[in-house]
């Protein structure tokens, strides 16, 4: 895997700023669409993917060359980014889902074939409420 080391210089790097200086870094090492596999930010030990029991300092960027990860671009002493080259993958386009919320607050997922996108009230027949194994689309 390629290694690229990015000294910041614009005063306080937050993960926003750090993916978008990853990502320019990434475009100049000619990746055509650059998509971050997987990250760590080494004073908090945050990283992604995560699991319990992962090694902070080691398992976002296994994780990344594993699944096609070819750049790893550091973004001062803070940040470290696992980049892939997503041209030539299949777009999704357009997902049949849509996030609803009721009155009460409750948030689901609608399958919009059957609810439409004119409503914005979630049914029982095109609606799952959104718990721990749903995934918000948005």
Known sequence: MKNIHIE???????FQHASIVA???A???????PTILSWHQRSNQHMSPYYDGANPDSWWEKYGEGNG???????????????????????????????????????YLCYTPIIGTVT????????TELDG???DQF
Do not use: H, I
Not at 8 to 14: H, V
Not at 82 to 88: E, I, L, S, W
């Open 8 to 14: 910041d210089r614009g005063g306080p790097l937050d």
């Open 23 to 25: 990502r320019e870094a």
């Open 27 to 33: 475009l100049k090492a000619e990746m055509q669409q």
């Open 69 to 107: 990860g070819s750049l790893e671009v550091s973004v001062g002493d803070e940040f470290g980014f696992v980049m892939m080259d997503a041209q030539g993958y299949e777009s999704l386009g357009r997902m049949p889902l849509r996030n609803l919320s009721d009155g009460a607050g409750n948030e």
């Open 120 to 127: 914005n009230t979630p049914n029982s027949e095109a609606c």
């Open 133 to 135: 194994w749903l995934a």
